[in-house]
Structure formats: structure tokens, C-alpha cells
T-cell receptor, first 115, second 117 residues
Framework: DVKVTQSSRYLVKRTGEKVFLECVQDMDHENMFWYRQDPGLGLRLIYFSYDVKMKEKGDIPEGYSVSREKKERFSLILESASTNQTSMYLC??????????????FGPGTRLTVL | AQTVTQSQPEMSVQEAETVTLSCTYDTSESNYYLFWYKQPPSRQMILVIRQEAYKQQNATENRFSVNFQKAAKSFSLKISDSQLGDTAMYFCAFMKHSGGGADGLTFGKGTHLIIQP
């Protein structure tokens, strides 16, 4: 079974702190993604990566950065956390999409609260 | 850019009934994938069913089936013989075929489905 794990289920931080959210996958997937989930808004793509040290901006990258030093690990960084970044953060991974393999596998999510 | 619209924020049906969740999308792409994901109260998102746009035949997975109308850009999910365990948020999602690279999913806002005993 594919497993995508996230370092914390719940996290509470203060405004202005630097926050790291970690994601690890064990299926040798090339692609990894960070989404943000807010009630009434669904999930929105923050950043994704298609290879080690490669990254692409998603729909809402402002206030975030990412790091992918190893294939299995993808980190989301909030350089200076703000209250409007309080949200559920979901990591996902996948193979390079083909007509057969195109599913993204999700982690359990990290509920981040910024006070 | 793509958009995905789910017009039903919440639905409630009795156990064993059939329920249909609607989804429409807008895109200029000709080659893409559509998905329905389920997020139970435990929060782990899982894939329910997928459809490749080039396929005419509607996808089916046990009690779950889709009605894919490409010209109308509609992708509804039908759940037959609904069960209590089907209670969850359901998200419709779109992904364009990027020809060997990567692309994220564009999600709808979700439908909260409640199955009543």
C-alpha cells in the first residue's frame, strides 16, 4: 500500500514564526504536492515538485516556499506565519501521470493553527 | 485555467437509497482526467473513481458509477445502495494531461454527503 505521511496531525504556532510541514512518501513517486483545504473553498494547490530540487508554483503560492532535497520528502515552509494561514494542509504524491497511473495519494493532513 | 463546480454543498439520504452528486467543469483542454475523491470524517482523502476524457464509456467501481458528458462538461457521481460508511465529503477534481510532467488537481468545493440510518 502507498503510504504518505505527514509529520504532525495538529500544530499550533505564533504569528511571525517560521513553520516547517514535512511530508514523506514510500512509493518512489516522482511528483509531490502541497494543498491547502479550507471550508467552503475545497482544496487549492500551493506548490508541487516533479523531481528532486525542482518546484513549481500552484494557484496560491504567496507566503509559502518548498524544499525537496530527497525524492521521498517534500517540505512546505511558512517563512513568517500569519493568522490567515490557519488551515488544513494536505500533502499528496503520484507517479508521472499516464493513462493508467494518474492517481494522487494523500497524507492524513496537518491542522495548523496560527495564533 | 480550469474550474470545477459542485453545486450541492450538502446532501442527505436514507441508507440503501441511490444518490447522485453533480459536478461541472470548464476547460479548454482536450486531454484530461476527472476524479471523485472521498474524505471521511477521519480526514484521509481516498480515490473513489476516475475517468479519462478520451474514454466514451462511463467508469464504474462496484456501487459507484459516473455519468460523464464531455460535451456538456458534466461529471456526476452515482452511489447505489448507499451505506452509512459512505458519509463523507466528496470532491470532484480535474487534472489536465501534461504529457510526461506533473500537474496538480483542481478541486470543486465539495459536497457533504450524509447517509441516515
Amino acid at each position: 500500500d502507498v503510504k504518505v505521511t505527514q509529520s504532525s496531525r495538529y500544530l499550533v504556532k505564533r504569528t511571525g514564526e517560521k513553520v516547517f510541514l514535512e511530508c514523506v512518501q514510500d512509493m518512489d513517486h516522482e511528483n509531490m504536492f502541497w494543498y491547502r483545504q479550507d471550508p467552503g473553498l475545497g482544496l487549492r494547490l500551493i506548490y508541487f515538485s516533479y523531481d528532486v530540487k525542482m518546484k513549481e508554483k500552484g494557484d496560491i503560492p504567496e507566503g509559502y516556499s518548498v524544499s525537496r532535497e530527497k525524492k521521498e520528502r517534500f517540505s512546505l515552509i511558512l517563512e513568517s506565519a500569519s493568522t490567515n494561514q490557519t488551515s488544513m494542509y494536505l500533502c499528496a504524491s503520484s507517479f508521472v501521470p499516464t493513462y493508467i497511473y494518474n492517481e494522487q495519494f494523500f497524507g492524513p493532513g496537518t491542522r495548523l493553527t496560527v495564533l | 485555467a480550469q474550474t470545477v463546480t459542485q453545486s450541492q454543498p450538502e446532501m442527505s439520504v436514507q441508507e440503501a437509497e441511490t444518490v447522485t452528486l453533480s459536478c461541472t467543469y470548464d476547460t479548454s483542454e482536450s486531454n484530461y482526467y476527472l476524479f471523485w475523491y472521498k474524505q471521511p470524517p477521519s480526514r484521509q482523502m481516498i480515490l473513489v473513481i476516475r475517468q479519462e476524457a478520451y474514454k466514451q464509456q462511463n467508469a464504474t467501481e462496484n456501487r459507484f458509477s459516473v455519468n460523464f458528458q464531455k460535451a456538456a462538461k458534466s461529471f456526476s457521481l452515482k452511489i447505489s445502495d448507499s451505506q452509512l460508511g459512505d458519509t463523507a465529503m466528496y470532491f470532484c477534481a480535474f487534472m489536465k494531461h501534461s504529457g510526461g510532467g506533473a500537474d496538480g488537481l483542481t478541486f470543486g468545493k465539495g459536497t457533504h454527503l450524509i447517509i441516515q440510518p
